[in-house]
């Protein structure tokens, strides 16, 4: 009886094991085959005609550290396991709230950057995808977007790049 009931133990433990090892999970959420092993990040570029001339540069470089600070994979310049590419597709500061008072003019503006990638996972062709991420932050009409961008546009990359890693590895 007692042997019987070991066996069992030992034969649970051993499939939870073999359960884990089909997927390697990471304490930033990223859950990945170890089968995928690369990464390419083309060169995203900028449609818009707006926002700064490194714009689509910057955003490639976050992209690529972000992916090589959260997970193991290896960056390589084309045909990885993992493959991303992309472009901006807006970039626009728009009058949110008007002012007090009865003015015609705005008190917040909102700057809003919209990125269409391309994901393509080439060991799980399913979670291929091409998807528009988008994010925004606001700021005050009394200064102009020349003067917040800098300061603005790593705050919306960092959500949006949050998004993408979530969408792509991290299966939430």
Do not use: H
Not at 99 to 123: C, D, P, Y
Not at 135 to 148: G, N
């Amino acid at each position: 009886m007692m042997q019987n009931l070991f066996r069992l133990v030992v034969i649970c433990l051993l499939c939870g094991i073999g359960a884990c090892a089909k997927s390697v999970i990471t304490f930033t959420g990223a859950n990945l085959p170890p089968t995928i092993k690369t990464i390419s990040i083309a060169n995203f570029y900028n449609e818009t005609a707006e926002g700064p001339a490194n714009i689509a540069i910057r955003f490639t470089e976050e992209l690529k550290e972000y992916f090589q600070r959260n997970t193991k994979l290896i960056l390589v310049n084309e045909n990885g396991d993992i493959q991303f590419e992309g472009r901006i597709i807006n970039y626009q500061a728009t009058p949110l709230a008007p002012q007090a008072g009865g003015t015609q003019s705005a008190a917040l503006q909102r700057l809003t950057i919209g990125i269409e990638v391309q994901f393509t996972n080439t060991k799980e062709e399913k979670k291929d995808f091409k998807q528009v991420f988008s994010f925004y932050q606001d700021f005050s009409a009394s200064q102009t977007l020349r003067e917040v961008e800098q300061s603005l546009i790593p705050i919306i990359f960092e959500q949006i790049i949050f998004d993408i890693f979530n969408k792509s590895v991290a299966n939430w």
